[in-house]
């Protein structure tokens, strides 16, 4: 694990090339200080990976949808963390208790690293393994009957919805997310012995989920107190990572 602190405009440029681009920018949303999107910042990335997971809002990213694409990325699919609370920014809006990952990708998909997670157990709700002839895939699902045969290990495809307890009265960063959340979009994107970069660190919880999931990752942080909490809380233990 490595920890920068800085303007990550002037260090990500500078660190090489990475197998996966991990990042929860400011949405610029509210008026707060620290709530300032860092203009540029998707181009920066894209000269250094071809995979990114991007946490956000929808506002967020329709908003700035311009500068993803002016950099190359494309979409391929996204995440919802579900959380047991939320914001009321507004009285006359749905109280918001989601955010987005949005996984973005340059070039073609097949030169990306995708592994999406698999987890125990068999899919009740999945027809394909009720009824796996070709002739019962329903014709609104197009190529699908293209797709890889399912492997039957007694596991099935992780759900795109994670839901996990929001950080609240516990965080030590205003936008903290529990590392349940980031920990699934790790090995989608990434291979096992592959390497991260973390843009803006915040409160360090996706460099916490890299190591929990026994990957390298480099984090940057321009807020200097909050590089000294990642510090502390990084060090409470380390994983011996083979080479």
Same mark, same amino acid.
């Given at each position: 694990?490595? &920890? ?10 500078? &660190? ?12 610029? $949303? ?36 311009? +500068? ?7 979409? =391929?699919?996204?995440?919802?963390? +579900? ?12 109280? !918001? ?33 009720? !009824? ?43 936008? $903290? ?35 929990? =999931? ?9 807020? +200097?107190?909050?590089? +000294?909490?990642?510090?502390?809380? &990084? ?9």
């Amino acid at each position: 694990m490595t &920890l920068y602190h800085g303007d990550m405009r002037e260090i990500l440029p500078a &660190l090489g090339t990475v197998d996966l681009v991990l990042a929860d920018p400011p949405y610029a $949303e509210t008026a707060l200080a620290w709530d300032r999107w860092p203009d540029g910042w998707p181009t920066i990335a894209a000269e250094v990976t071809r995979s990114m997971w991007c946490f956000g809002s929808m506002r967020m990213f329709l908003a700035r949808h311009g +500068e993803f694409a002016a950099a190359g990325w494309k979409l =391929s699919q996204d995440i919802v963390w +579900e959380k047991h609370n939320g914001s009321g920014f507004a009285a006359d809006r749905f109280k !918001r208790v989601h955010e987005h990952a949005l996984h973005w990708y340059r070039g073609d998909w097949s030169g990306v690293h995708h592994d999406t997670p698999r987890i125990p157990g068999a899919d009740p709700t999945d027809r394909y393994q009720r !009824r796996p002839r070709a002739a019962d895939r329903t014709a609104h699902a197009g190529s699908i009957a293209a797709a890889p045969p399912r492997p039957k290990d007694g596991t099935r495809l992780a759900r795109s919805v994670i839901r996990a307890q929001s950080m609240r009265g516990r965080a030590i960063h205003p936008t $903290e997310k529990p590392v349940a959340v980031p920990l699934p979009p790790l090995p989608a994107g990434r291979p096992p012995r592959g390497t991260v970069h973390d843009p803006v660190a915040g409160s360090g919880s996706r460099l916490a989920a890299a190591r929990q =999931s026994g990957r390298r990752a480099i984090g940057i942080e321009a807020d +200097e107190a909050y590089c +000294e909490a990642i510090a502390g809380r &990084l060090a409470q233990g380390a994983l011996d990572i083979p080479a």
